[in-house]
């Protein structure tokens, strides 16, 4: 069993620019939350995908948006870079209850 | 809302030494709690998990009891190794939100020496 994947592991952008973070989930999940963790902080929600809709979002800007596929993965969008979007960007996947299986994130720097 | 508050650290033990990290939450109802943990360089692992409240959750000789009279859910080890050196998060999952939404504290930087 492969796990929660995510790509790419490490990022570099510039501010204004957009990125686009991708997730696999755990086989047999049906569910795909994104977590923003700042340095020094605890992972905060971004949103979550299930049957290909967002079903719930958290204190997040328009910017960040996602797409959830037939196959269950999953993408995160971040427009309009601006500094503060530097974090480790987790992914999450569950069958609809609360136990969550994280991947091991993808490092965005935006400079 | 949701919160979750954990003890602040970074917190530096000797090998064989007891450990608590301290967590206390606020939530609608009666939540889930866990403890994750995540190594330098990785993403979040589940270390243990209690869904109600006397329920005591055990894993690789950690320990932590669902609290409700108190809110908490504070995590023990009764002799840590080096190889434990990891950051401890405390989070909880309300039932009255959907699944997969948690609330996380800070997190707590241990370090055992040896």
């Known amino acids: 069993d492969a796990g929660v994947t995510q790509s790419p592991t490490h990022l570099i952008k510039t501010r204004g620019q957009q990125v686009t973070l991708r997730c696999s989930p755990k086989s047999g999940h049906d569910t795909v939350s994104w977590y923003q963790q700042a340095l020094g902080q605890g992972p905060q929600f971004i949103f979550q995908y299930y049957e290909e809709e967002e079903r719930q979002r958290g204190n997040f800007p328009d910017r960040f948006s996602g797409h959830q596929f037939p196959n269950y993965s999953s993408e995160l969008n971040v427009n309009a870079l601006l500094l503060g979007d530097s974090a480790l960007y987790l992914c999450?996947?569950?069958?609809?209850?609360?136990?969550?299986?994280f991947g091991p994130g993808t490092r965005l720097t935006v400079t | 809302g949701d919160s979750v508050t954990q003890m602040e650290g970074p917190v530096t033990l000797s090998e064989e030494a007891f450990l608590t990290i301290n967590c206390t939450y606020t939530a609608t109802g009666y939540p889930s709690l866990f403890w994750y943990v995540q190594y330098p360089g990785e993403g979040l692992q589940l270390l243990l998990k209690?869904?109600?409240?006397?329920d005591k959750g055990s894993n690789k000789g950690f320990e932590a009891t669902y609290r409700k009279e108190t809110t908490s859910f504070h995590l023990e080890k009764g002799s840590v190794q080096v190889s434990d050196s990891a950051v401890y998060f405390c989070a909880l999952h309300s039932a009255y939100t959907n699944a997969g939404k948690s609330t996380f504290g800070d997190g707590t930087t241990l370090t055992v020496k040896p």
């Open positions: 999450a996947s569950s069958t609809d209850s609360y136990e969550q299986y």
């Open positions: 209690a869904t109600k409240a006397d």
